[in-house]
Each structure stands twice: as structure tokens, then as C-alpha cells.
DNA sequence: ATGTTAATCAAGTGATTGATTGAATCAATA
DNA sequence: TATTGATTCAATCAATCACTTGATTAACAT
């Protein structure tokens, strides 16, 4: 019995050092960037070293903890090395993890307030209400990501509008309307931004809980439960 | 706009690093032992370097490490100081990365097989499973944790049974005798090591899901919500 | 073959971390 | 007030980490 004590602290030891690998994986800046791109889909080296503005080899390193880890594989595609997420629940553990820094560090709520600069910023409305809305056309959905992303995949009825671009959405836009942003997912702060914008131009504008990744994974859902919750069909179907 | 689109990446920056500084709290193990031990319940610090083997001083370190994170709070006893989680969301942070871990990562798996010692672990118990069969006294629940611990708190009805002394419990126990075991939580391993040696043994022992702390948790919900899951009690509403 | 592009590897640097030791601080009590 | 015991601070060391630079491998095109 000794000697399974002696097993027992063995065992924790190793579960928590792999625990504590896990944690580690995620407590560097730029492999949070990496993994907020991989969230949006596969991407290859050199597209996230662009959008992480980090060095290439610094990325491909990033890649390879991250791997270690087992959170991405990659595959080979002609000359590119094409990585992508293997597990979807890697982006729930992020997103606790920013839940856990929002509840208990103020100076992250301080940020968040500097965001929207002085304006006290609206709840965020849930994709169930924007699904409903989008369905009575009673809102205008905008996607703040750079175009490329936008075109690698949107939400069916959104607009493009990067942020440099705002300007441009105004003379279309009816006075009452009701705008609803969107963007990476809850790491990105261009929809806080759009909205902080909007909204000092008189217009009621909101931001889209979670983003892109996270829409398309309730859609996911939906269509596996043989529900719609794609906005275009739901059109028809309302 | 360009001042913005500034303004944006160095707001950014501060988030991405608020929320690295989290994640690497839990990436020391001696850290994610000083968690566990919270998790029971608010401890002073020499209590906590004595459960974790770690020095005074260190743990002292650790613990100021997980105060500037925001996930600890401490008070004054007379001369000791106890410190106690701030947030019970922690704890549902720890529990996403053990599971990303064991999805994950092939080695974390193999660990667990290597605790079953070449059985096959049978699913755990769910803490309602648990509540039903213990109004039926179907069940003989135990506790694997040390005699302090249990003294602390313990789910009602449970035998304090430390895996040192789980071959003095066989006596009374009849022989199709149903046993459940729980220790400290999802990182605890005495509860899988207790259903390894009474299974080996023929005994129909299964582990319950989480432990201690999950159980107070689910506990504190249902007495909010009103209802009943303190199995002294569901005893008499049954 | 040769060159090109994409990604990885290897080595080195500066900064940070976890742990140890011993001294300093603090609150309560004699 | 002085003492005691519990905790924290400060200095230190070895180990690790993020990042850079330059060389190397791999797939494809000419």
C-alpha cells in the first residue's frame, strides 16, 4: 500500500506536468493570435505569420509547441504546410480562459471600458436574437475582418465592412437602423471598436456575442439536430 | 482611422497579454496543487505547502503569483493568513484544460490507463446518479481523501475511508456491495486508485464524477434553486 | 540539373521562471 | 515592550522561453 501511495504521487505528478503543458500552450500572446486565426479555419504558415505579424520561423516554432500539445495538426499541401485546429473544445478553453481574466483582473474590465471610450457599451446580442432579426430583416449584420477573411467564409447576409471602411457604410444606411457587428470571435476587438463608432455617430449599433467561429459551430450544431439556423434558409422557411 | 486601427492593436496587445498572464498561472504544477487544495475550501499557507510538499516560502511565492492574477484572495486569521479561491469559474477553467488534455494528448490518456493497471475503468458516476442511489442506500459512499480533509467537509453519508486503510473497510462491506469513491477533484488521483484495488479485489466500486468541490458546487445551485440534492434530506422526501 | 518558394531546423541571446536560502516584516500575546 | 510564530521579501542559481539569424530540407517549375 506504501508503494501505491508512492505510485499515487508519481501519476499526479505526471497528469499535473501535462496539465500544466496544456495551460503553458496558452499563456504566450502570439500562440493566442495563432490559435484566433486557426479558429476561423486551416491556414498555412506564412498567411498566419502575416496576420500575427510575427516572424516566420517565430511562427513555425509557435506551430510546433502548439503541435507538441496535440491542439493542431497539419497537412501538406504542395509546398504549404496547412494547419488547423483538432479539436473544437480548444476554443472553449479560451474563451474560459478570457471569462476567468474579465472576472477576476481588473485591469482587463479596464480595457474593455477603454474600448468603448467612454460610452457605456450595450449587451451583446446573442446569435439566437441575431438569427430571428436577420430573419425579419430588421437589422443590418456587418463582418469588420479584412477582406480575405471575410471571403474564406462569412455569415450568410453579412456585409464586408473593415474598419478603415466605415465611413463608406453610412450614406446606405437608413437613420433608425439597427447594426449588428461582428468579427474574429471574443479575442478581437474590431466589432468593440465598430460599435464605439457607430454608436458616437448617433447609430444603434451592437456587437455580435463571439464571432465568426463560434456562429459557424452553432450552425454546426444546428444542421446536425436538423434544425436551420442559417439565416438565408431561415428566410424561406419564416 | 490609421490612429484607430493603432489604437486597436495596442489594445489588443494588452488584452492578449492579460489573458496569457492567466493561462500562466495554471502552467506550474506546483500551482495547479495549491488550486486543488482551495478548491476544498479557504487554507492558510502552511496548511497548503504541507499538502503540496512544497516550502513555505515557495508556496508563499505562488500563491502571491496567483493573487496579482486575481484568482485568490487572502485574509488574516490572527497570525496565520488564508487565502481562498475568488471565483468558482476557476475551477471550471481547470477542469477544461484536464479535459482538452486528455483529448488531446495521447500521454495524459495513457496515464489514466496506466491508474486502471490494465482494467478497464468503468464510466463514473454522475453526481445526480449518485443522489438517487444514495436515497435508495443502494450505494456505500466513500471518501479517499485523508482524515483532515473529510473533517473539513464531505458529502453527507460518506465513510472517510483513506486509500491506507481501504482493506479495513472490506469487513463490513457485503459482498455485491456497490461502492462509490471520490476524493479532491478531477485532478485527484486516490479516487481512481481506490476502484482499482477494490474492483481487483471483485467488488463493484465506480468513481464519482469530479469530486468534493463539484459536489458542494451542485449543491450550493440546487439549495438556490430551491431544491433538494443533500441525500440526508432526499432520504426523507423519497 | 537549377532556381524558387515554403517551411523547418540549429544555434545563440536576453529575459523570465521556479526553487532555495536566509533575512525582514507583521500581528498577536506574554 | 519584547517575544514568538507565521508569512513575506530579497538575493541567487539553474533552467526554460521567445525571438532572431542563418543554414537546411522539401516540393515544384523552368
Known amino acids: ?19 500544466a503543458l496544456v495551460a503553458q500552450v496558452f499563456s504566450a500572446p502570439g500562440r493566442l493570435m495563432i490559435l484566433e486565426q486557426l479558429a476561423q479555419g486551416e491556414r498555412g504558415v506564412d498567411t498566419l505569420a502575416e496576420k ?17 500539445a496535440g491542439l493542431v495538426t497539419s497537412r ?5 504546410v496547412i494547419y488547423r485546429l483538432t479539436d473544437a473544445k480548444t476554443l472553449d478553453l479560451m474563451d474560459l480562459i478570457r471569462i476567468v ?3 477576476n483582473r481588473a485591469q482587463v474590465a479596464q480595457i474593455l471600458r477603454g474600448l468603448s471610450d467612454g460610452m457605456d457599451a450595450p449587451e451583446p446580442v446573442s446569435r439566437a436574437d441575431l438569427a430571428a432579426r436577420l430573419a425579419d430583416g430588421t437589422v443590418t449584420l456587418i463582418d469588420v475582418r479584412p477582406a480575405d477573411e471575410f471571403a474564406a467564409g462569412h455569415i450568410p447576409g453579412a456585409l464586408n465592412v473593415p474598419l478603415s471602411e466605415l465611413e463608406c457604410l453610412l450614406p446606405d444606411l437608413p437613420p433608425d437602423a439597427q447594426v449588428v457587428a461582428y468579427c474574429r470571435g471574443p479575442y478581437c476587438v474590431y466589432a468593440h471598436q ?9 447609430i444603434d449599433a451592437r456587437r455580435l456575442e463571439g464571432g465568426f ?16 439556423l442559417n439565416p438565408d434558409a431561415a428566410q424561406h422557411a419564416v
Open 101 to 103: 481574466a474579465e472576472r
Open 213 to 228: 467561429p463560434e456562429w459557424r459551430e452553432d450552425a454546426v450544431k444546428c444542421l446536425r439536430d436538423g434544425r436551420l
Open 194 to 202: 465598430a460599435v464605439t463608432a457607430l454608436r458616437k455617430l448617433g
Open 52 to 68: 500575427t505579424s510575427l516572424s516566420v520561423a517565430n511562427c513555425s516554432q509557435h506551430l510546433q509547441q502548439l503541435r507538441r
Open 76 to 80: 501538406r499541401d504542395g509546398k504549404a
Open 1 to 19: 500500500m506504501v508503494q501505491e501511495l508512492a505510485m499515487s504521487t508519481s501519476y499526479k505528478a505526471a497528469l499535473l506536468a501535462e496539465y
